[in-house]
C-alpha cells in the first residue's frame, strides 16, 4: 500500500540481497520506521517483540528467518535450531508454523550448497502468495460489502466494524480484513469503519487508524466495549476480522476481545465475517476452545500505557492501581456458530468442516498425511 506516495510491502530483502527490512510495528502511529534484520535471532526477536504482527506476517517473517540462518549455517544443525528458535517466539498464530514446515520440507531435502539460495526463493514466494491470497480475499469480501450496498441503497454508507489490526500491517500487502475495505472504497461504494481500539496494545488505534488514514478509508475509533451499543443502534452494517488459527471446523481464533463482538453481531443480527487465508486454518484440529495454544503476554501491556505528549515526548505511563496483579490474554475463540461465514482466497465459505474442506480438500489431505500413524515410531 502507499505511505506518503511511496508503495510499500511490511517486509522486503534488503538491498544487500541477504539482511531483511521490515517496518517496525512497535513504534506505530507516530513513528514510521525500517528495521533491518540480519540474522535469525533478529527475525526471532522482532516477531517475539510485535516489531512484525499478525498472522501472515509474522509466518512470512520466519520463512525469512530461516533464509537467514540458511545464509549463516545451512547444515541440519543449524536448520533444526532456526525451527525451533522461530517456532517458540510466539504460540497461537498458526501461519508460524504454516511457513516453518514449508521451509524445513524444502531446504532439508537439498544438498548444503544449495539450501541458501533456495530459501531466499520460497520466503519471497511466500510473500508473493501472501498478497496473491489478501487480494483474492479482498475481491471475494468486495462483493458481500457491494451486496449490503446494494440492499442499502444508492449512496448509503456501508458501517463495518473491525478488531485489532488484519490490515495490510499484518499481512505482507493488502490485509485480510481490511482488503475488501480497500477494495470497495476504491471501488466508490461509501464505506465507515468503526475501529476498536483493541486493548492492551491498541493494534486498532495505532495500526488499523493509521493504514486507513493513509488510504482515505473514512474511519471511527471506538473503545472495545463501544461495539454492542452501536449495533443495537443499527450502526454496524457488517463485522469483519481476521484470525490468528481457524479450525478445521470453523471455530476462530483471533485477537482478545473479538468472541464478544460475535456475541453482541449474534444478538442483533448483524452478519460477523471472518477474512483468512488458507495457511491460517489449522486442519489438524477441530476443536478452539481446547486446541489452540492462548498466548499470555506480559502484564504491564495491561498496567503501562505508551504514547505522545503534547510535548511531542512518546512516553509510556502507569495506569493500575499500584500492586494490583493484572492478566493479560493476548486470544480468544469465537466458535463456528457465531460466524457468519469465512471470506477465504477460494471464496467465501460456511465456518463448518465439511464445507470448508470441501474447499480445500488438498490442505486436509496432507494434514492427514503429516499425523502420525499409531503403532509407527
Ligand atoms: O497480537 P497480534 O497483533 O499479532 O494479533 C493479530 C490479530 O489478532 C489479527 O487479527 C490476526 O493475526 C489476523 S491478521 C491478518
Known sequence: MLVDGKPYRTI???????????????????????????????AAVAIRTMQ??????????AAYGMALQMAEDPGDAGLDHAYRTLMATRPTAVNLRWALDEMRELLRELPLGERSARAYLRAAEICDEDVEICAAIGRNGLEIIRDIAHRKGQGATVNILTHCNAGWLATVDWGTATAPIYMAHDAGIPVHVW???????NQGAALTAWELGRHGVPHTVIPDNSGGHLMQHGQVDMVIVGTDRTTASGDVCNKIGTYLKALAASDNCVPFYVALPSPTIDFTIDDGLREIPIEERAGEE???ICGLTREGRIETVSIVASGSPVANHAFDVTPARLVTALITERGVVAADKNAIAAMFPERVQSAQAREPQVGTA
Open 52 to 61: 512484525v504482527r499478525g498472522a501472515p506476517l509474522i509466518g512470512a517473517t
Open 302 to 304: 495491561v498496567s503501562r
Open 12 to 42: 522486503w530483502l534488503n538491498d544487500d540481497g541477504r539482511s531483511v527490512d521490515i517496518i517496525d510495528q512497535t513504534r506505530f502511529p507516530h513513528v514510521f520506521s525500517v528495521v533491518t534484520l540480519k540474522t535469525m535471532k533478529a
Open 195 to 201: 475501529v476498536d481500539e483493541t486493548r492492551p496494545r
